[in-house]
């Protein structure tokens, strides 16, 4: 075994200084009737070649993987530049651990303190955390903070928040106590249904809202935000393309207490649902309840700085059953190299790529919106993704698609909204070229 | 003007990015807009968009990026660079052989709501860890879907409870007692407290192992649901009681859930659902080799027995005939735990470590790493102290007992390693111990690594012994010392902003 | 190491001491509870006007790697909270029986004081403990 340096001469040598004759002597307080006694049955050794041949093969058969893809939902296909990948390979950065000894753990201790910065700065927050698993967890966890911090039970949702989340955040809270309140959205604009308000009262804890929405509208933030703080409700946004802090009006300066986020859009690969990045921020009065890790400035007795991860005492290791949540390790690999784009694409990049998803999906509705018997059904701005309502079923249509022109036109709203049949949802991002466009439109016109 | 001398090279004063940013610099490269362009008022009214300009986010190029990120990577201590021995966290060696596989575009490129018929190959992947994970555990029911140990951790209690409420009814509610040893993991009454359950303390005999009296008696108090017991324990004992401590939390109506940090000592030799434990977590980064990346991404699948099977998360991967597909239909799940089906790229690592390993390899892998920290322990009793007679699995702890009357602790100890060229071990746990130094060499430690060590933490005792502050003070050797963590968590600054003080603080 | 332990005031033995005046008490953690924490970095106290039974927890005091709930060892009334700790949780630290009084209470029962211990009982006890 190449992973294993110890050559059988050594391990024997090894075993006779621990007074052992053989290996299976290591096992002797294991009782012997749970012993395996046999060898596992999965397969025998397979050789570098053979590994890389099996993953291959079976990569070969996610063909959905190489195709012209008009799916979002959560997950987004974006450019993310070369140095991203090379980076988070250094060994120093992906062989390493959570920073537990500071004077050797400063490259990550930095880059969090950056990446907490950088999250700050486009969530419109003044804290952030080191990162959660993803965008679901995250929201999860900013109910619960949010009981803890109004000590009230009960949550109001919008019904356009993602439904996996939604899925998520209902399992974390099933044995707390706290009830989950849905607002509806408004047939015509595809935003929240104004009249549904109502159900903000004065037991509520926070209001939650996801802007750009399932649907891909974006929300009028600021006034849901008076509306939440009018009955004394912390306000929760849900962002899951984070591409769209480029150009859309941070949470924060509308008024957001709590902002979670999925990160995968900033240079992580879509890799089947995960590992993607859950981005959570928050006001300042707030740090104490929060989930996750933190890194902070710290000096040595020189007077020269560092950071060490800081307000430890909120966490498991420390509180235990009481603590802030239960989560330890976290994506901090991904959260480097989402760290590492953002400081790539800078302050243009990150403008100039936003703009780029909002143009090349203004142009795809505008095309698709002219497809006889197709329509837009709902008439709010959206960012990059928007429905669409077909002439007949629209998992039809997109079967159909997929098969006759080998194009995937995005996500069916039937997946969750069963009043939906002929609704489907299109991403368009800046790596769809127009050319994916203009056939994506051919292709419907040919299909309906 | 005054010229100033350099007397380190740039990489070990590289500010924070923002520092270094400077108006106009790019570092990215996108194609030209190829559509045609729209009013943006149009797109986005002016008052849903941003008016800050992002300010503070940095302008720096490609290769600003790429210097800066280097250095500072400098700065941390890595699996690579030598022996990473922090108790119950295996810190194996990551092959590059893994990181290659999970970035076969076939891989990468996968939306999770593509349709699954041309998802075959991710969709089979994750039902054939499941198959040889189950194989590994002696638990049939596997969710790949937790993301790390600890919400692995929560999902195994959920199902606990789950299966409770099913079988129990209403009675259920009076069974809400989590047992856990008092040298536990902190994330194990935490995730019980997310589960709705109270924790209820287990003491450790002094032998280092579950106070099987001191269990039963818990028992009888009633209202048991479960146990969450870690094998071997944090001390690195293996619970030889463990048939009886699961027969005993049986009697009592209760389940038995194992924490499977420290399986690194077991794959191939003995398996959890053998010894009668009802719902185990892995975590595919410590066992399974996934890189740790500094603090994640992990994977920590739930694996169970078949009568917890149908509370898993949904949506379960199965197989029906020659097509893999995702099921939700699963009226008593407890839910999902998380968007989609779980951290894939770290599934696709974890198989591509089972391949290469295979049946004998992963027997040698436990072997080596248990035969490692028995050796260490040999090796090292004369001059630690030892709290526990028993021989070790596959880490070894200590206490500073030997040091400590000279004035030097397990926090110097570890702090002068670092000067010897090693990470530290985990330090101060378990609980039990006070003082602890928990070592876990792992198998990819070769004999010289492991004298080496050996030798520096026989040097540092004699320093201790006899040149006490000079431990006392350590690490001498680093680019930053020993950071003023009080002041930090009074005053924190969590975040860069423009008015902050730079590397030295000017008194 | 002697402790110091002021003659003047009550002790618990859960390390707090009390001062009577007026059927109000001032309570705080003790110079040996502060000793035993190390460096304090946040204090939480509840607000004026919560009510507290003897023994229960009314806030904590962490250290860097250490939460310590802080108990009431008389019953009643919160009615002033020192919420200068929170920019300066280090008195705890510096100053235990001064400037890092934790709460005034106006107690439901003046007399409950006498009951706990003296300067020297309480010395005494932690000479047994130690």
């Known amino acids: 075994m190449r992973y294993i340096p110890n050559s059988p001469e050594e391990r024997k040598e090894m075993l006779e200084i621990v007074g052992l004759e053989s290996a299976d002597e290591l096992f002797r307080s294991i009782p012997s009737d749970v012993l395996l006694n046999r060898?596992?049955?999965?397969?025998?050794?397979?050789?570098?070649?053979?590994?890389?041949?099996?993953?291959?093969?079976?990569?070969?058969?996610?063909?959905?993987?190489?195709?012209?893809?008009?799916?979002?939902?959560?997950?987004?296909?974006?450019?993310?530049?070369?140095?991203?990948?090379?980076?988070?390979?250094?060994?120093?950065?992906?062989?390493?651990?959570?920073?537990?000894?500071?004077?050797?753990?400063?490259?990550?201790?930095?880059?969090?303190?950056?990446?907490?910065?950088?999250?700050?700065?486009l969530t419109g927050m003044d804290v952030a955390n080191a990162s959660m698993y993803d965008g679901s967890t995250a929201m999860a966890e900013a109910f619960l903070m949010a009981q803890r911090i109004t000590r009230k039970d009960k949550v109001v949702i919008a019904e356009t928040v993602h439904p996996e989340y939604l899925q998520v955040a209902e399992t974390y809270t099933q044995h707390g106590g706290l009830t989950i309140d849905t607002v509806h959205f408004d047939k015509e604009t595809g935003r929240i249904l104004d009249e549904d308000l109502t159900k903000l009262d004065d037991q509520t804890a926070a209001f939650v809202v996801q802007s750009p929405n399932f649907f891909g509208c974006v929300e009028d933030l600021q006034k849901l935000a008076d509306k939440a703080h009018s009955v004394g409700a912390l306000f929760i946004v849900v962002v899951t393309e984070a591409i769209s802090f480029g150009l859309l009006k941070s949470p924060g300066a509308c008024g957001a207490d709590i902002v979670v986020a999925e990160g995968q859009s900033f240079g992580i690969p879509m890799s089947f649902g995960g590992p993607h990045l859950g981005l959570f921020a928050c006001s300042e009065k707030y740090v104490r309840q929060m989930p996750g890790r933190l890194a902070g400035v710290a000096y040595d007795k020189n007077g020269k700085r560092g950071f060490v991860l800081t307000l430890a005492t909120r966490e498991q290791h420390i509180r235990r059953d009481k603590a802030t949540s239960n989560i330890c390790t976290n994506q901090g690999l991904i959260a480097l190299a989402a760290t590492i784009y953002m400081e790539a694409m800078g302050k243009k990049g990150l403008q100039e790529v936003a703009m780029q998803n909002a143009q090349k999906a203004a142009y795809a509705k505008k095309q698709i919106a002219a497809i006889s018997g197709f329509e837009i059904p709902f008439s709010s701005p959206t960012f990059n993704e928007f429905v669409v309502r077909a002439p007949k079923n629209a998992n039809e249509i997109l079967e159909k698609l997929r098969t006759d022109k080998n194009i995937i036109g995005g996500l069916p709203l039937s997946w969750h909204y069963d009043d939906f049949q002929n609704d489907f949802l299109v991403c368009v991002t800046e790596t769809n070229t127009k050319k994916q466009i203009d056939n994506l439109v051919e292709g419907l016109k040919a299909v309906s | 003007m005054s010229i100033k001398k350099v007397t380190q090279h740039p990489s070990q004063n590289e500010e924070l990015i923002f520092d270094r940013s400077q108006t106009g610099r790019v570092g990215y490269s996108l194609p030209k807009l190829d559509v045609e362009e729209t009013n943006i008022d149009e797109i986005i009214p002016e008052e849903l968009r941003r008016d800050d300009d992002l300010e503070g986010v940095p302008e720096v190029s490609e290769v600003d990026v790429i210097?800066?990120?280097?250095?500072?990577?400098?700065?941390?201590?890595?699996?690579?660079?030598?022996?990473?021995?922090?108790?119950?966290?295996?810190?194996?060696?990551?092959?590059?052989?893994?990181?290659?596989?999970?970035?076969?575009?076939?891989?990468?490129?996968?939306?999770?709501?593509?349709?699954?018929?041309?998802?075959?190959?991710?969709l089979e992947l994750i039902y054939n860890l499941q198959e040889d994970l189950a194989e590994i555990t002696g638990l049939p029911g596997v969710s790949l879907q937790p993301a790390a140990g600890a919400q692995g951790e929560m999902t195994g209690v959920m199902l606990i409870r789950a299966f409770l409420d099913k079988r129990d009814g209403e009675a259920a509610?009076?069974?809400?007692?989590?047992?856990?040893?008092?040298?536990?993991?902190?994330?194990?009454?935490?995730?019980?407290?997310?589960?709705?359950?109270?924790?209820?303390?287990?003491?450790?005999?002094?032998?280092?192992?579950?106070?099987?009296?001191?269990?039963?008696?818990?028992?009888?108090?009633?209202?048991?649901?479960?146990?969450?017991?870690?094998?071997?324990?944090?001390?690195?004992?293996?619970?030889?009681?463990?048939?009886?401590?699961?027969?005993?939390?049986?009697?009592?109506?209760?389940?038995?859930y194992m924490d499977g940090a420290n399986m690194n000592a077991l794959v191939g030799v003995a398996r959890p659902g053998d010894f009668g434990v009802d719902v185990i977590h892995l975590n595919l980064h410590k066992t399974f080799s996934t890189p740790h990346g500094g603090g994640g991404p992990g994977c920590g699948p739930c694996c169970c027995t078949a009568e917890l099977e149908p509370f898993l998360p949904t949506p379960r991967i199965v197989k029906d005939g020659e097509k893999y597909k995702l099921d939700y239909n699963r009226p008593e799940s407890i839910g999902r735990v998380k968007a989609f089906y779980g951290n894939f790229g770290m599934m696709i690592r974890a198989l591509s470590y089972i391949y290469t390993h295979g049946d004998t390899g992963l027997k040698e892998a436990t072997e080596t790493a248990v035969l490692n920290a028995r050796y260490l322990s040999h090796k090292l009793a004369e001059d630690f102290d030892k709290p526990f007679a028993s021989d070790p699995m596959h880490e070894v702890i200590f206490s500073h007992k030997k040091q400590s009357r000279k004035g030097v602790h397990t926090l110097d100890i570890a702090k002068r390693l670092i000067d010897y060229g090693f990470h530290p071990m985990t330090i101060y746990f378990p609980l039990i111990v006070e003082g602890a130094m928990l070592i876990e060499p792992t198998e990819s430690v070769g004999r010289q690594d492991l004298d080496a060590f050996v030798e520096a933490m026989k040097d540092i005792n004699e320093e201790a012994q006899t040149n006490p502050q000079l431990v006392i003070d350590a690490p001498h050797s680093t680019r930053i010392g020993r950071l003023d963590e009080a002041t930090a968590a009074r005053k924190p600054v969590l975040r860069w902003k423009p008015d902050m003080d730079s590397m030295t603080k000017t008194a | 190491m002697a402790n110091n332990i002021p003659e003047n005031l009550h002790y618990s033995k859960?390390?707090?001491?009390?001062?009577?005046?007026?059927?109000?008490?001032?309570?705080?953690?003790?110079?040996?509870?502060?000793?035993?924490?190390?460096?304090?970095?946040?204090?939480?106290?509840?607000?004026?006007?919560?009510?507290?039974?003897?023994?229960?927890?009314?806030?904590?005091?962490?250290?860097?790697?250490?939460?310590?709930?802080?108990?009431?060892?008389?019953?009643?009334?919160?009615?002033?909270?020192?919420?200068?700790?929170?920019?300066?949780?280090?008195?705890?630290?510096?100053?235990?029986?001064?400037d890092a009084w934790m709460i005034k209470v106006k107690m439901d029962n003046p007399l409950e004081a006498d009951a706990m211990l003296s300067a020297e009982e309480y010395e005494e006890y932690l000479s047994e403990n130690e």
């Not at chain 2, 699961?246 to 009592?252: G, K, L, P, R, S």
């Open chain 1, 39 to 121: 060898k596992l049955n999965i397969t025998e050794p397979l050789a570098e070649p053979e590994v890389i041949g099996a993953m291959e093969s079976l990569a070969a058969r996610n063909t959905a993987a190489t195709k012209p893809s008009f799916l979002g939902a959560g997950v987004y296909s974006h450019y993310s530049p070369t140095i991203v990948d090379h980076l988070i390979q250094r060994s120093e950065f992906f062989t390493s651990y959570t920073p537990y000894q500071p004077e050797i753990s400063q490259g990550t201790l930095q880059y969090i303190f950056e990446f907490q910065t950088l999250v700050c700065q």
């Open chain 2, 67 to 122: 210097r800066h990120f280097t250095r500072i990577s400098t700065w941390n201590y890595s699996i690579d660079l030598g022996m990473y021995p922090l108790g119950s966290c295996t810190m194996k060696y990551n092959s590059r052989l893994n990181e290659k596989t999970a970035r076969i575009a076939g891989f990468t490129g996968l939306h999770p709501l593509a349709p699954e018929q041309e998802a075959q190959g991710a």
């Open chain 2, 173 to 256: 509610k009076d069974r809400r007692v989590m047992l856990i040893p008092d040298s536990a993991h902190g994330t194990n009454p935490a995730s019980a407290a997310m589960a709705g359950f109270s924790v209820k303390t287990i003491k450790s005999t002094d032998e280092g192992i579950t106070d099987l009296e001191h269990l039963k008696t818990l028992c009888e108090q009633g209202g048991i649901a479960g146990l969450m017991l870690t094998n071997p324990n944090t001390v690195g004992i293996f619970e030889k009681n463990i048939v009886e401590i699961c027969e005993v939390i049986h009697d009592a109506g209760g389940l038995v």
């Open chain 3, 14 to 98: 859960d390390h707090e001491w009390v001062e009577v005046k007026d059927g109000v008490a001032t309570i705080g953690i003790t110079d040996y509870a502060q000793h035993s924490l190390g460096d304090v970095v946040y204090v939480e106290l509840p607000s004026v006007g919560d009510k507290f039974e003897a023994h229960e927890a009314f806030g904590s005091v962490e250290s860097v790697k250490a939460v310590s709930e802080v108990f009431i060892p008389i019953a009643g009334e919160i009615v002033e909270a020192n919420d200068a700790l929170n920019d300066t949780p280090e008195a705890v630290n510096n100053d235990a029986y001064g």
